[in-house]
């Protein structure tokens, strides 16, 4: 019979990740032991009986098998949060490929131990007469300090420790003195630090709507019959949709389970929370980026001692730690940051499906702009879909102009505006309502098109946008086709093919020249450093201290401003033509999160997209709000590529200081794959230079592989990973990502 080998981790905690142990699997748990399962094993010299986690399961020993103990037994009773996690980064190590100190890293948000705070106080024991005759002694001995902390017990018997030692300027041993002689005692209270204050907020539990009540009952009827399920809300901008997750949420929590609730990051705003807090109070936390070590660790120590019911936070909040999950709930789960930018390139929605079925927890996902795959998964019976068609915050949807600048030019309008929005900025600051103006600059690499015809130069064999490169050369960064940039268009004749960029600092500078009078905010990622940049923009314009709010992507995430009845869209070019096969989706979804943001209010609200490419199906279907029609035109593109959702993609990224060894390496790699599956079973494009070929002094090429099939896309990776392993590489790197949102 063959030997079966188990790696051990003694304990969870980061420090420990990089020293598993090697154990022989004893043949009664041949066919029963699991990665991510509690066992009993001997330990050191005394053979002590501890308990380990097992992270990997394996055929083959590094070590003399002479010398290795055996586990003694499965753990009882040892279903616990830790457990799930170490399964769940099996599960991500299988799936997207990485170590699995990296997956199990990427599951443990919390790195170490970190020391509690404490809030020590210094307490009189002595009544005001007692103190004074204190006082008198001190001043006699000209002991200065302890009388200055004794004059001020006279007024307030109970003080901070850290306000004596730091505002009064008493030394440590000056207050002990005073303790050792029963004139004071010092408390020390453990507390949790906290990552966000919120001032009291009422609650408002708005009256459901039909759509919203059917969605909330037949949910609860499904947990209650034992179901569980994945279900996609589909719902407008301002229908609601956050009700019905609290609703959810709420009847969770009388189940006496937990929930997870993933928002984007840059959506994680005291406007956002403030809801989850007045309704939910200490039972929620949030966990984000910017908290600092000892703020995250106190919210999963909170969690442990079950002190929190609802986690609120992105991709990170999908791993805390709650030993009785019953609901996650992923807001905005189109965005794309729920996709990890660094090995293992996980994805969260994937992920939470995971989980979900680990733990037996129901998944909803919501949006107003659904992603194809999703609502791709929905429509083949795998999720339940449900929609909410109502606008419940304020009017109708706005009304929606689309401006062509090719007929502006024509016309010898050469302003960043269109004449229509200028006007209509014009009329809001009049009537001292706010506008917001949105530019999109992300994913964008150097574009080219034509400003007569509108016409964007794009690669015969990849149909995904050429990136202009500064040899004079345009480029595929999908298959490393290239041609010499020309400034006629190949389509019309005319010379005016060009290179397409703006900033958020160039139309705020010529904003206030345009309307000096007018006051204005911008936000981008030069303007929000911190996190309270980022909130304070968004107050101020709240607040109504500003006229102007403009922004990239992160000022249409889900925002509430009753006073906005103007949203323009500078350039929506620069989103329909990022270089990848998701850029027509990415335009479609933030066109109509922006225009979302217009009419919240009691006035109606109006809507104006600036572009070169007006008959592009991703504006038109934007303008009408038309997701099934966009749906079913994007759908038709995927299919004839083969690109996700109808197919699979695998992006291998081979890189490394030297130029020469990165190409032989990604050629070799290249070879491999082609020897592995027939052309039926897969299609291959590269290797090709990344869109980012040298960074930090490393070298990257890419390869990528469609499929048909996701498990022959495994079957490669797992291919890769042993050929790499055999190379014993020192000096190069292969990094997987799995249906790519942002390619390499």
Not at 367 to 372: E, G, L, Q, R, W
Not at 389 to 408: A, H, S
Request: aromatic share 8%.
């Amino acid at each position: 019979m063959k030997r079966l080998y188990a790696k051990v981790i003694v304990d969870i905690s980061h420090e420990k990740l990089d020293r598993p142990f090697t154990y022989i699997v004893p043949s009664k748990l041949l066919g029963v032991i699991e990665e991510g399962d509690r066992v009993q094993i001997p330990f050191g010299a005394g053979n002590k009986i501890i308990s380990g986690y097992v992270i990997e399961l394996t055929d083959k020993s590094e070590y003399d098998i002479s010398k290795l103990k055996e586990i003694i037994d499965l753990e009882p009773k040892s279903v616990r949060a830790d457990a799930t996690l170490i399964k769940l980064a099996s599960f991500i190590r299988k799936t997207y490929g990485s170590t699995q100190i990296q997956a199990l890293k990427t599951v443990m948000p919390v790195k170490k131990t970190v020391k509690r705070e404490v809030n020590k106080r210094v307490i009189s024991r002595l009544d005001s007469q007692g103190l004074y005759s204190v006082l008198e002694q001190a001043e006699k001995k000209h002991k200065n300090a302890q009388a200055r902390l004794i004059r001020e017990l006279i007024s307030y018997h109970d003080i901070s420790y850290s306000f004596i030692t730091g505002k009064m300027n008493v030394s440590a041993q000056a207050i002990a003195a005073l303790e050792k002689n029963d004139v004071v005692s010092i408390t020390c209270e453990e507390v949790y630090r906290n990552p966000i204050k919120i001032d009291h907020v009422e609650d408002v539990e708005l009256n459901l709507s039909d759509e919203q009540r059917k969605i909330v009952d037949d949910v609860n009827s499904d947990i209650e019959s034992g179901i569980r399920n994945t279900y996609l809300i589909h719902g407008i901008t301002g229908s609601g949709k956050t009700e019905v997750y609290m609703r959810l949420i709420e009847d969770c929590l009388k189940r006496d389970k937990q929930a997870i609730m993933l928002i984007p990051e840059i959506a994680l705003t005291y406007q956002n929370l403030t809801r989850f807090y007045a309704r939910f109070g200490d039972s929620v936390s949030v966990i984000h980026s910017k908290m600092t070590q000892g703020e995250r660790y106190d919210q999963f120590l909170k969690v442990k001692e079950g002190k929190v019911k609802i986690m609120i936070g992105p991709r990170s909040a999908l791993f805390t730690p709650f030993e009785n999950l019953g609901l996650i709930i992923i807001d905005e789960e189109h965005e794309g940051s729920y996709k990890a930018e660094n090995m293992p390139k996980y994805h969260a929605r994937e992920v939470a499906g995971k989980l979900a079925e680990l733990t037996g927890a129901s998944l909803i996902l919501g949006s107003a702009t659904p992603s194809i795959d999703s609502y791709y998964r929905a429509k083949n019976g795998e999720y339940k879909l449900y929609k909410l068609t109502q606008r419940l915050t304020g009017n109708t949807l706005p009304t929606v102009y689309v401006e062509d600048m090719r007929e502006e030019l024509k016309e010898g309008n050469k302003s960043v505006f269109s004449r229509h929005l200028h006007k209509l900025i014009e009329d809001r600051l009049e009537k001292h309502d706010q506008i917001m103006l949105f530019l999109n600059r992300r994913g964008v690499s150097g574009f080219v098109s034509c400003r007569e015809c509108g016409e964007v130069i794009k690669c015969p064999h990849c149909d995904i946008s050429l990136s202009y490169h500064r040899d004079g050369n345009l480029k595929c960064h999908y298959c490393g086709y290239e041609r010499p940039f020309s400034s006629k268009c190949d389509k019309c004749g005319a010379e005016k093919v060009r290179g397409f960029r703006a900033g958020t600092q160039m139309i705020e500078d010529f904003v206030k020249k345009e309307f000096p009078y007018a006051l204005v905010l911008r936000m981008d990622a030069d303007s929000t450093k911190k996190q309270e940049d980022y909130e304070t923009i968004l107050s101020r314009f709240a607040n109504r201290e500003a006229d102007i709010l403009i922004g990239t992507q992160m000022i249409v995430k889900g925002h509430d401003f009753k006073g906005v009845t103007l949203v323009g869209v500078i350039a929506a070019d620069m989103a329909l033509n990022a270089e990848d096969y998701r850029a027509g989706e990415r335009a479609f979804q933030q066109l109509v999160q922006a225009s979302g943001r217009a009419g919240r209010g009691d006035n109606p609200g109006e809507v104006v997209i600036q572009t070169y490419q007006s008959e592009h199906y991703a504006v038109q279907y934007a303008a009408s709000q038309d997701y099934e029609g966009f749906y079913e035109e994007e759908m038709s593109f995927r299919n004839l590529m083969m690109y996700p959702p109808a197919g699979n993609l695998l992006g291998v990224q081979i890189q490394g200081s030297e130029e020469a060894r990165v190409k032989k390496l990604s050629t070799h790699l290249s070879e491999l794959i082609d020897n592995l599956k027939s052309k039926e079973e897969i299609s291959k494009i590269g290797p090709a230079d990344a869109s980012l070929s040298k960074k930090c002094d490393l070298y990257r090429r890419v390869i990528y592989i469609k499929s048909r099939e996701y498990n022959h896309l495994i079957d490669i990776k797992d291919a890769i990973e042993k050929d790499v392993a055999e190379l014993k590489l020192t000096k190069e790197t292969v990094m997987f990502d799995f249906n790519p949102m942002n390619g390499f």
